[in-house]
């Protein structure tokens, strides 16, 4: 999924810890397969023009995606990846890869998936990490363990709180929150974006346009699970907080700021 996680775990040994992280991190390297445009062999990357079952968390995902891409007017859309694919190579976005994303060609059914049109693909970016930290936070639940955060780049998803605590304190949007089974998700571009003839260019891109956003910005939304937080963080991104105001409220999440 192009990113690491960090763990945070009480137990009441270190044995019992260590068994929590082993699992923890095998969940995560399964859903890898599953979910990553990275690797070429991922059940993600297998979807194309012939329906094709796939694995229950990967529809899972990809419902919600195309429930978000409909709400939203196509401002979040997981069909992005011919586009996200010439980012990552440095090569200007073209109307031609433009023609390629329309959330209204991914088509899920009875477990079944496939694309409408050749040439098409699946970038999963920008709610896939945020689905994996709520899924390893499920695996130390299973196991007895509730009380953890999952930190996955711009994701924090936080379980119970810490023993005498109220809940976890972390940071987002220049403030210091408290949560406990909720997540927070920050979509910024101040660290992944390139120059080119004075132009910025995020590594955000709004597929309704084929362009890259070039204002430098970065908002955090409160939601109560990561893989909502993640996906409504660049929704909001893209559309901007006012216009995404109604979308995020109807997922009991919140805008918490923006810098």
């Known amino acids: 999924m192009g990113t690491l996680f960090g763990l945070t775990l009480w137990a009441k040994s270190a044995a019992e810890a260590q068994a ?11 859903l890898n397969k599953l979910l990553s445009d990275y690797d070429p062999n991922s059940e993600l990357n297998a979807i194309n023009q012939q329906p094709r079952t796939v694995p229950p968390e990967l529809y899972r995902v990809l419902k919600f995606a195309r429930e978000l891409s409909e709400i939203s007017n196509g401002a979040f859309d997981p069909t992005i990846g011919p586009l996200t694919r010439l980012w990552r190579a440095r090569i200007p976005l073209t109307g031609q890869a433009k023609a390629l994303v329309n959330w209204r060609d991914l088509h899920l ?14 970038d999963l970016g920008a709610i896939g990490k945020g689905f994996a930290a709520d899924e390893m936070l499920r695996t130390f639940r299973d196991r007895g ?54 132009v910025r260019h995020s590594h955000i891109l709004d597929p309704r346009r084929g362009a890259a956003l070039t204002e430098v910005l970065e908002v955090s939304v409160v939601a109560p699970n990561g893989m909502t937080a993640d996906a409504l963080a660049t929704t909001v991104r893209v559309l901007g907080p006012k216009a995404a105001g109604p979308i995020v409220r109807r997922y009991r999440a919140h805008i918490i700021g923006q810098n």
Request: aromatic fraction near 6%.
């Open 20 to 30: 929590g992280f082993a699992a923890a991190i095998a969940r995560a390297a399964a």
């Open 109 to 122: 059914e009875s477990g079944k998936v496939w694309l409408a049109r050749p040439g098409m693909s699946l």
């Open 145 to 198: 363990l509730p009380h953890a955060l999952i930190a996955a780049s711009g994701d924090i998803v936080c379980g119970d709180a810490p023993p005498g605590a109220r809940g976890w304190t972390v940071a987002a949007a220049g403030r210091r929150l408290t949560l406990r089974r909720a997540a927070v998700s920050t979509s910024g571009d101040s660290a992944q974006f390139y120059v080119e003839n004075g």
